[in-house]
Structures are given as structure tokens and as C-alpha cells.
């Protein structure tokens, strides 16, 4: 019964923005690490971001700087602040939840075209 519901996703121009959100339910968020992945078509699954409470969060280089990940424990969701996005950010982005067995959401497509 472990749910992430990711929602926020749509198309952007190089150089705009996009906030995701992610609502989980079913276990414990607040003593959970979240993330955040992303998979373009023919590519592996690729992390993004990952986020524990009270800690500094950690982010792949090809992100760094322009996404923020962040969390709301009373809300039990997890954000993805996209800035300043690529034509290479273009991909399904889905919510992580660092369970002993790892759990994905569904995911959101972001597409980024002039």
C-alpha cells in the first residue's frame, strides 16, 4: 500500500522552470529518504536528488545548482524545483522512496522544446 503520487510535469521552454510534487503514503515519510529519478527514452533510470530530514540534500552534478529538492514532512510530500531546464532534462521523473525495498512512483513527463 506504499503510494508516491507525482504530479507538477508538462512542457517548458530552455531556460524555464517547473515544480514537481511528489505525495506519499503508506509508511513512515518523515524517517524515509526521498528522491527523485528521471528516465529518457532508450536510457537507464538516472538519480537526480535525494533528500533525508535534517540533512543537506545530495545532487547529481548534471543538476546541481539549478534543481532544489525539498521536503514537507506534515504534508508528506516532496518537491523537485526544476530551474534554468535543458533540452537533456526532458524525461519521466518519478518520486524515490528509500524503503528496504526501494519504491518508485509512476512518474511525470517533462518535456522541455522551444
Known amino acids: 500500500q506504499v503510494q508516491l503520487v507525482e504530479s507538477g510535469g508538462g512542457l517548458v521552454q530552455p531556460g524555464g522552470s517547473l515544480r514537481l510534487s511528489c505525495v506519499a503514503s503508506g509508511f513512515s515519510f518523515s524517517t524515509t529518504t526521498m528522491g527523485w529519478f528521471r528516465q529518457a527514452p532508450g536510457k537507464q533510470r538516472e538519480w537526480i536528488a535525494f533528500?533525508?530530514?535534517?540533512?543537506?540534500?545530495n545532487y547529481a552534478a548534471s543538476v546541481k545548482g539549478r534543481f532544489t529538492i525539498s521536503r514537507d514532512n506534515a504534508e508528506k510530500t516532496v518537491y523537485l524545483q526544476m530551474n534554468s531546464l535543458k533540452l537533456e532534462d526532458a524525461a519521466v521523473y518519478s518520486c524515490?522512496?528509500?524503503?528496504?525495498?526501494?519504491?518508485w512512483g509512476q512518474g511525470t513527463q517533462v518535456t522541455v522544446s522551444s
Open positions: 524515490y522512496a528509500g524503503l528496504v525495498r526501494g519504491t
Open positions: 533528500i533525508t530530514s535534517g540533512k543537506l540534500p
